[in-house]
């Protein structure tokens, strides 16, 4: 499964992820991890959160961000949450279309059980088509 919060830069998107992954993980049965690009947001996260800055690993296209992504399910098979703050860059598909990484996604979820929640800065009439079903909170 996959989730959006999607909103222009400066809504509130990454305080809204970081309200949810700390809510979830009072709850979850598996793991939960955060991937964002620095370690700003650390202390922000319980510590049952594994936080992975992106940002230290050569993903650069989206594929190398579908295999960072599986390479992380690979060794953690009680993963359960994924939470991906700034979706766009760290899947390097700022200004180009997500469409294609949203339905990787979905398909790496149904498979693994996962659901994935991503911030997107993009406004919610901005989004392709088929990703518009995905979106859990527009601000």
């Known amino acids: 499964m996959v989730q959006l919060i999607v909103g222009k830069r400066g809504k509130g998107k ?3 992820l970081l309200d949810k992954a700390n809510t979830v ?6 793991s939960v991890d955060f991937l964002d690009k620095s370690a700003q947001h650390m202390y922000e996260l319980n ?10 690993f050569p ?3 989206e594929d190398a961000f579908i295999g960072f992504i599986s390479g992380i399910i690979s060794q953690d ?7 991906l703050d700034s979706f766009l860059k760290l899947s390097g598909l700022e200004g180009k279309d ?3 990484c949203i339905r990787r996604l ?6 693994y059980k996962i659901t994935f929640v991503l911030s997107v800065s993009m406004d919610s009439d901005d989004l392709p088509e088929s990703t518009k079903k ?3 909170i527009a601000l």
């Open 47 to 56: 510590n049952k959160i594994r936080l992975i800055n992106v940002n230290e």
């Open 134 to 136: 995905d979106v859990a």
């Open 106 to 111: 979905e398909e790496l979820g149904d498979k």
């Open 98 to 100: 997500i469409s294609n």
């Open 59 to 61: 993903v650069e296209t």
């Open 25 to 30: 993980v009072k709850e979850a049965n598996g």
């Open 14 to 16: 990454t305080k809204q």
């Open 77 to 83: 098979h009680d993963l359960e949450y994924m939470f």
